[in-house]
């Protein structure tokens, strides 16, 4: 019978410190579930390695949340992994997933603007930030692995890298249909049926989801929803067994949203006051204004904008997977094509008219991958390599057009009413990647493993940049390419079968990048060494496992992206950074019925050298803050020693899942969990204007579970104290006076779910 362990946050234990290890209940994928009495922790399968090996057994720190944990009342979205992984950080930014792991993510929002987390379904690479969002229904596992992954996934794996692994058929028929009611008139109806068609040999599932429901808030200048969502999705999955050795798997995926969802909420001005906001000129007021009318409190999951918070976005994908078994050597091959087109529609000036405020983000992707894997395993020792290339074509704009713009230039408002700020362009990136990794057995418990990875990319980029306020209209085309070699060692002891220690060394390379319609040179990679420690151990007759790593970054030339004083969206290697810090995690069942997570983690993630330009310079009465000066240029400041974007100290946690056995073999099934994490800072300067402080959030959920788990009904409630948290706040640019703006976490939604399985 499958189990369900939450990954959750409660307060220190003693002096321990523990972290999320968020190694749930065991997978379809990694065979049958373990009974409830069996006395030892259910091993999950970890493919994300590219070797399926066992969680107790990976010589790094990883996260696996099974299909128990996935859905309404747990892990609905990329997001909602933060509440279950340690040191992790999620937002979103005009709709594109800001993931950060130990510190490090995405810093970029321009135009074609990647991450430093490697996001992948099924081993493949989904390669828009944006697209991130989308794809989580019938899953069998999400798979993190926190840390530099250099030799498995090069190009884009600095901090890390999360596979989502769907669901597969097997040679009996099997599905299930969940539905679910929840306030916002919250609608969600997921299903899947699979099983064979010829046996073992020929194996399909078809599998869906639907969503719909009224927004989180209200644009209350035009009475529309936002941060609401009506979206599907849906996906085939095709098994062949050609024969006893050799297999294809074959899937197909199409998803499509229409919505106001990831509108700008507006925060509050930074170093320019509210009275003093640029829309003002015009008679616009912000909701702010609106509420001071009423003399009440602000409720700031609602907007006040002319402009409706417009998001479209659709896609398909195949992927082919084709698995040879040669026993000593097996070979796995991938090949995927992904679509992704969407347009994005917010108001930069936060107001009810428009001061060159609505902004148009629109982005299309074509993606083609295809990546050999051979692993072969000798006496004593196992080799893994590989080859992988990557094409994309990348088109975009940001359309802004200037209405109303002339009144900051002493001008009649309407004089560059028919011009705009516009990048306009494509990019087309080719990506290579070669691979090899060898581990031996040095003695019977200890091992060496040792590789390297050859990467290279090249981009192209054609389009154009015109401001015509600023009488700029040029071209943009420019190309080039980029090479590393990064290397990783790792030893493992393993004194008992209980007990793993290992600790490695690792470069992490993030390619270059070419923005569309942006006027920068080519931004160079930015890499990192890694330096990790840590330990696995199994307790209390293998029904426990504790988990805990230690570890040091050294990253030079952060890509940093940040609006100039021309508002220019910019781009640069900025910046190196150093961060250190640890993790510890706790999971296990401490009866048959009653199983616990404890985590925790430490992050001291910093510039150790950046100059960039501060916003609030010429306006030193207001900002109360001063920085020092750049040895080499005073004309910027200083920020060594400030901490990293979305980068918390602290995060504590736990969680628990209670099984109570009631007649007939049913049973009630009590979870809840919990996580607090310490302030963190949205921006370079680590000031007030863009902070979210400490918080904790609480979950909790009741489930009748019928005899056999045919059938369950049972009732769940997010963030239960019903906190108000930014997910992410930037700072506008100069045109629009600086204001912050930014996205929120979800309040508190509760539903009932029913499911059935057959």
């Known amino acids: 019978m499958k189990r369900r362990l939450r990954a959750i946050c409660l307060a220190p234990l003693g002096a321990a410190l523990v972290l999320p290890a968020a190694a749930h209940a065991q997978s379809a994928q990694a065979g049958d579930a373990a009974d409830s009495s069996a006395p030892s922790t259910a091993e999950i399968i970890v493919t994300a390695t590219k070797q399926n090996t066992a969680l107790s057994r990976v010589a790094a720190a990883v996260t696996a949340v099974t299909a128990a944990d996935i859905g309404p ?6 997001g909602d992994l933060q509440v279950v992984v340690p040191n992790v950080s999620i937002g979103d930014q005009f709709g594109v997933n800001r993931t950060f792991i130990r510190g490090v993510g995405l810093n970029n929002f321009d135009v074609g603007g990647e991450g430093a987390v490697a996001f992948l379904q099924n081993g493949a690479i989904l390669a828009r930030p944006a697209q991130q969002l989308s794809g989580f229904f019938d899953l069998s596992q999400i798979e993190v692995l926190r840390g530099p992954q250099s030799i498995l996934y090069g190009r884009g794996a600095t901090a890390g890298a999360i596979n989502l692994v769907t669901a597969a058929p097997t040679d009996e028929m099997d599905g299930y249909l969940r539905a679910t009611y929840g306030n916002y008139d919250n609608r969600v109806l997921e299903g899947a049926i699979g099983g064979p068609l010829a046996g073992d040999r020929l194996m399909v599932r078809l599998a869906g989801k639907y969503e719909k429901r009224d927004g989180y808030g209200v644009n209350l200048f035009t009475g529309n929803p936002v941060d609401d969502r009506d979206a599907y999705s849906l996906r085939a999955t095709v098994v062949a067994k050609l024969s006893d050795t050799f297999k294809a798997t074959i899937v197909g995926d199409h998803f499509k949203e229409d919505d106001n969802n990831y509108a700008f909420h507006y925060f509050g001005p930074s170093v320019i006051p509210e009275a003093g906001l640029f829309h003002k000129f015009i008679g616009g007021k912000s909701i702010f204004d609106y509420y001071a009318a009423r003399n009440e409190k602000p409720n700031l999951r609602n907007i006040y904008s002319d402009e409706e918070a417009i998001n479209n976005r659709k896609g398909y994908g195949v992927t082919g997977t084709l698995d040879w078994d040669l026993g000593a050597a097996s070979v796995k091959s991938i090949t995927a094509y992904r679509t992704f087109d969407r347009f994005q529609r917010d108001d930069l000036d936060v107001s009810d008219v428009n001061l060159a405020g609505q902004n148009n983000y629109v982005e299309k992707s074509r993606a083609f991958s295809q990546e050999v894997t051979v692993n072969y395993e000798g006496d004593g020792f196992t080799l893994l390599g590989g080859a992988m290339y990557l094409h994309e074509k990348l088109t975009g704009q940001v359309l802004v057009p200037t209405v109303n713009l002339g009144v900051l230039f002493g001008l009649p408002a309407d004089t560059f009413d028919d ?8 990019v087309k990136i080719d990506a290579v990647g070669v691979y090899l990794q060898g581990a031996v057995d040095l003695s019977p418990t200890i091992k060496l493993t040792a590789g390297a990875r050859y990467n290279y990319e090249h981009r192209k980029g054609d389009g154009y940049f015109r401001f015509d306020a600023l009488g700029v209209n ?55 060494w890694s330096y990790e420690a840590g330990f696995k151990q199994k307790l209390a007759d293998n029904r426990v496992l504790l988990s805990g790593a230690v570890f040091y970054y050294d990253y030079k030339n952060l890509q940093v992206s940040f609006v100039n004083a021309n508002s220019i969206v910019q781009t640069i290697n900025a910046a190196n950074a150093r961060n250190y810090g640890g993790e510890l995690e706790l999971e296990g069942k401490i009866t048959p019925q009653f199983s616990v997570n404890l985590n925790a983690s430490y992050l001291n993630a910093q510039f150790t050298k950046f100059c960039n330009a501060y916003y609030g310079a010429a306006f030193p009465a207001r900002s109360g803050i001063s920085y020092p000066v750049c040895p080499t240029d005073s004309g910027l400041v200083d920020l060594s020693g400030k901490r990293l974007p979305n980068a918390p100290r602290f995060t504590v946690g736990g969680g628990f899942n209670w099984d109570i056995p009631l007649g007939n073999d049913s049973r009630l099934a009590v979870n809840g969990e919990i996580k607090w994490q310490s302030k963190v800072y949205f921006t370079e300067f680590n000031n007030r204007d863009a902070e979210q402080g400490s918080y904790a959030m609480a979950n909790a959920g009741l489930t009748w579970h019928a005899p056999g788990d045919r059938f369950s009904i049972g009732g769940w ?16 640019a100069a045109t629009f006076a600086y204001v912050r703006v930014g996205s929120v976490m979800p309040p508190r939604t509760y539903g009932v779910t029913a499911s059935v399985n057959f």
């Open 73 to 78: 009342g747990g892990v609905q979205n990329v």
């Open 419 to 426: 011009g705009a700020y516009e990048q306009n362009g494509l």
């Open 474 to 528: 040029i071209p943009t085309d420019k190309s080039k390419g980029w090479s590393s070699v990064t290397p990783k060692v790792l030893l493992e002891f393993k004194p008992t079968d209980r007990t793993l220690l290992y600790a490695s060394v690792t470069k992490g390379f993030k390619s270059g990048v070419i923005n569309i319609g942006s006027v920068d040179a080519a931004i160079d990679p930015e890499t990192v």
């Open 717 to 732: 409630v997010k963030n239960i104290t019903n906190e108000f948290v930014i997910a992410n706040n930037i700072i506008t």
